[in-house]
Structure formats: structure tokens, C-alpha cells
T-cell receptor, first 112, second 114 residues
């Protein structure tokens, strides 16, 4: 079953704008990860944030985690057409090994 | 390129048939995971193997089975196929199978059951 919901389900922005995607989850987690998937292809790991971290940066990506609200956000700054993809959050639940439980995903379209 | 390979890329078969999907993990990775992605169920964890042993099971049907061989490659066997089994099947691998290792995904096998 899906651990969480992501919103929006779809997002369309202009190149150069920022894109923010949100993820909510239901149970206590070990860490939360964000993945990108280009249409019908494999998933690419973007960033991992541990449950005791609040914010993490990687290049143009910024991830925040609020464990009290059981939510996370992914910000992509200065978006490019090549950022067009689906973005998934995935959680590793506590006491549940290391399997990933994925959210429903956000489809991002960046218009040139 | 993640270093994880999956074969075949596409598979078209009929209901009631049996298929085998193959995955080769990244060099040195001991842990292999199988995921299914379908339109109605989204991305779901099926099963994990670590160094040849089953480590965790998710929403895997009894008609499905998997194994990991001594050379660490893995196979996912799907039998008595139904229309609803049509999906993308991904294999992922990680180094030690701890909660803090990222998983590297293969390109997937697209299964179509007619």
C-alpha cells in the first residue's frame, strides 16, 4: 500500500521558476528519500534525509522534513526543461527493514 | 546508468503463462529488491533478498516467487499470469541493505499480459 500522498499530482511551470512538491506519510520513519522517474524509465535517487534532520541541500534541490507533521517537501530551484519527470517520495519505516514505501508521485512539466 | 541491469526490457505474454524476469545488481551490492509499478497500485515493494537469503516480503502474490543466486543476480518468477499483472517491474540494489543506503534502480521490465 502507498505510504503517503504527494501533492500536487501534477505541476506545470516555466523554465527558470521554482517547483515545490509535498509529501505526507503516515507512520514513523527512519528516513525519507526522493526519486525522479523519467517517463516509463527507472528511478533515480535524488536525496535522502534522515528522521533527525530538518533540511538538506543538493545542488538545485532542497528537501525539508517535518516529522511532527509527517511531511516533507522537495524544492527544485531555477527549473530546466530537463527536470520534466515524475518525482516520488519514499519512506523507510522504523522497524521495517530498508524497503521503500513510495508515495503517489508528482508529475512535473517544465515549459521551455 | 545505475549499474543495475534487467532483462528483458519488454515482455508480452498471454494469461495463464509463466515468465521469468532477471536482474543483475551493481557490482558489490548484496541486496536486491523487486518493485512493481502499475497505474492503479503505484509503486509497490514486492520482495528483498540479501546475500542469497530472503530478507523482507511486501505485497507479493503467491503466484510470484523470487530467488537470489550465489553470483547475486536475482530472478522474479510470475506464474498463472492475469491481465492485472501487466506492469513495470523494477529491480533495485544497494550495498549493505541498511536503512540509510540509497537504492539503485534498473531500467525495468515492462510486462504486458494479453
Amino acid at each position: 500500500s502507498q505510504q503517503g500522498e504527494e501533492d500536487p499530482q501534477a505541476l506545470s511551470i516555466q523554465e527558470g521558476e521554482n517547483a515545490t512538491m509535498n509529501c505526507s506519510y503516515k507512520t514513523s520513519i527512519n528516513n525519507l528519500q526522493w526519486y525522479r522517474q523519467n517517463s516509463g524509465r527507472g528511478l533515480v535517487h535524488l536525496i535522502l534525509i534522515r528522521s533527525n534532520e530538518r533540511e538538506k541541500h543538493s545542488g538545485r534541490l532542497r528537501v525539508t522534513l517535518d516529522t511532527s507533521k509527517k511531511s516533507s517537501s522537495l524544492l527544485i530551484t531555477a527549473s530546466r526543461a530537463a527536470d520534466t519527470a515524475s518525482y516520488f517520495c519514499a519512506t523507510v519505516k522504523k522497524s521495517s527493514g530498508d524497503k521503500l514505501t513510495f508515495g503517489t508521485g508528482t508529475r512535473l512539466a517544465v515549459r521551455p | 546508468d545505475s549499474g543495475v541491469t534487467q532483462t528483458p526490457k519488454h515482455l508480452i505474454t498471454a494469461t495463464g503463462q509463466r515468465v521469468t524476469l532477471r536482474c543483475s545488481p551493481r557490482s558489490g551490492d548484496l541486496s536486491v529488491y523487486w518493485y512493481q509499478q502499475s497505474l492503479d497500485q503505484g509503486l509497490q515493494f514486492l520482495i528483498q533478498y540479501y546475500n542469497g537469503e530472503e530478507r523482507a516480503k511486501g505485497n507479493i502474490l503467491e503466484r510470484f516467487s523470487a530467488q537470489q543466486f550465489p553470483d547475486l543476480h536475482s530472478e522474479l518468477n510470475l506464474s498463472s499470469l492475469e491481465l492485472g499483472d501487466s506492469a513495470l517491474y523494477f529491480c533495485a540494489s544497494s550495498t549493505s541493505g541498511t536503512p540509510y543506503n540509497e537504492q539503485f534502480f534498473g531500467p525495468g521490465t515492462r510486462l504486458t499480459v494479453l
